[in-house]
């Protein structure tokens, strides 16, 4: 099945540094990739759409030039969290969907944990 | 921008028991996914709901969509307590984007 790998899995960093998070999927392309925030016991939020070759499309609320995407190629985008602070701590989900049509399921990473000190 | 809402936000139950979550949704959408979140980790697909009146079974659980009533419903049946997570509901939006409902937080109790 399609899978999708995000890395690293747990992070811990001093505030004011910038922290990359790396989303592949490994056995499929994905011309798109999402990125989502969920805070503990919240719901997911969507942060951004990652489109390969061009320039993400943020959520209202959500500062671009702070959280910046980068979708290089077909089997990876990066979300870099710069100058974190703690406000900023909290699990990081990416996604893709295989394939283009609408009826298929977006298969999610295992999730990155952010804590800023 | 499309509204989720899911019911109950939290469930206790008792294993044997019968129970619905509801999601309703604000807008026009024609599919709905389902997935279930283990604690500290990510989401693991459950349901793909295609059009108006789709009916899916897995084991214990089925799910089902009304579309005119911007409203699904996730049943479990005879619970057990390996279903104990926390189950999202997704409409699908515009441009492959999803937006997730509040969250039920499923306890089955031996």
């Known amino acids: 099945g399609a899978v999708v790998s995000q890395h690293p899995s747990w992070v811990i960093c001093k505030s004011g540094t910038s922290v990359k998070i790396e989303c592949r999927s490994l056995?499929?392309?994905?011309?798109?990739m999402f990125w989502y925030r969920q805070f503990p016991k919240q719901s997911l939020m969507l942060m951004a759409t990652?489109?390969?070759?061009?320039?993400?499309?943020?959520e209202q609320g959500v500062e671009k030039d702070k959280f910046l995407i980068n979708h290089a190629s077909l089997t990876l985008s990066t979300l870099t969290v710069t100058s974190a602070h703690p406000e900023d701590s909290s699990f990081y989900i990416c996604?893709?969907?295989?394939?283009?049509?609408?009826?298929?399921?977006?298969?999610f990473g295992d999730g990155t944990r952010l804590s800023i000190l | 921008e499309l509204k989720v809402e899911q019911n109950p936000l939290f469930l206790s139950m008792q294993e044997g028991k019968n129970y619905t979550i509801y999601c309703n949704y604000s807008?026009?959408?024609?599919?709905l996914y389902w997935y279930r979140q283990d604690p500290g980790k990510s989401l693991e697909s459950l349901f793909v709901l295609l059009s108006n009146g789709a009916v899916k079974q897995e084991g214990r659980l089925m799910a089902s969509l009304d579309t005119k009533a911007r409203l699904s419903t996730l049943h479990i049946t005879a619970a057990v307590h390996d279903l104990s997570a926390t189950y999202f509901c997704?409409?699908?939006?515009?441009?492959?984007?999803?937006?997730f409902g509040t969250g039920t937080s499923l306890t089955v109790i031996p």
């Open positions: 997704a409409p699908g939006g515009a441009g492959n984007q999803f937006y």
């Open positions: 807008t026009t959408s024609d599919r």
């Open positions: 996604s893709a969907k295989q394939g283009s049509g609408d009826n298929q399921p977006q298969h």
């Open positions: 056995d499929f392309q994905a011309t798109t």
């Open positions: 990652s489109n390969e070759g061009s320039k993400a499309t943020y």
